[in-house]
């Protein structure tokens, strides 16, 4: 099993849809959970930290699942600036930083 | 607030030939990182320093990478000699530390292309 897993997608979802995607990860000891934006041809963006109760920041929600070893991202209300690339990171007991290869999204009008 | 700087931004070189990135960190952040990212991959850590210190250098490969931080700021990448394989994005980041701390900000990242 890889350290961490993502969809690569793409999800093509249409405009107002709500999308969801997962991220998996391998080692049950890690500490730290990071949802990155990237869009084409540009430097990854922080987009959410995944607290163990789970977060929301607008239309966006992360979630932790230590017992599955999973987080995942949803999006409600998508809207065509969604458009991006979606790395998870995740963050070891020994800080060992690992990055998903991200999940393409594509929102249609 | 000034976010990361990365110079140059795009470089081509000859295969064999040196190259060297750049790297200013948000101000007050102890903690940088320089990543390689090829295309439809994830970022791929090459070095973590916590202020001079290299805490992770395990997947640097050191017969032809080096880094340096001196001062705990500004940092180096350098390549000698290159190879084609080595294309890709060079992307530097920082972070204020541990825990949640370790939310990343990132620089535009250097394009080096190896011909």
């Known amino acids: 099993r890889k350290e961490v897993e993502q969809d690569p997608g793409p999800f093509n979802v249409p405009e107002g849809a709500t999308v969801a995607f997962n991220c998996t990860y391998s080692?049950?000891?890690?500490?730290?959970f990071f949802w990155y934006r990237q869009d084409c041809r540009k430097e990854p963006k922080l987009l959410m930290s995944?607290?163990?109760s789970g977060n929301e920041d607008g239309r966006f929600t992360a979630q932790l699942n230590r017992a599955s070893q999973y987080i995942s991202l949803l999006i409600r209300d998508s809207k065509l600036s969604d458009s991006a690339t979606y790395l998870c990171v995740v963050n070891d007991w020994n800080d060992k930083i690992i990055f998903g290869k991200g999940t393409r999204l594509h929102i249609l009008p | 607030e000034a976010g990361v700087v990365q110079s140059p931004r795009y470089k081509i070189i000859e295969k064999k030939q040196p190259v060297a990135f750049w790297c200013n960190p948000i101000?007050?952040?102890?903690?940088l990182y320089w990543y390689l990212q090829n295309l439809g991959q994830g970022p791929e850590l090459l070095i973590r320093y916590e202020n001079e210190e290299a805490v992770d250098d395990s997947q640097l490969p050191k017969d032809r990478f080096s880094a340096e931080r001196l001062k705990g700021v500004d940092s180096t990448l350098k390549i000698q000699p290159a190879e084609l394989g080595d294309s890709a994005v060079y992307l530097c980041a920082s972070s204020l530390g541990r825990g949640q701390s370790y939310e990343q900000y990132f620089g535009p990242g250097t394009r080096l292309t190896v011909t």
């Open positions: 101000s007050g952040h102890n903690t």
């Open positions: 995944v607290y163990s």
């Open positions: 080692n049950s000891a890690s500490q730290s």
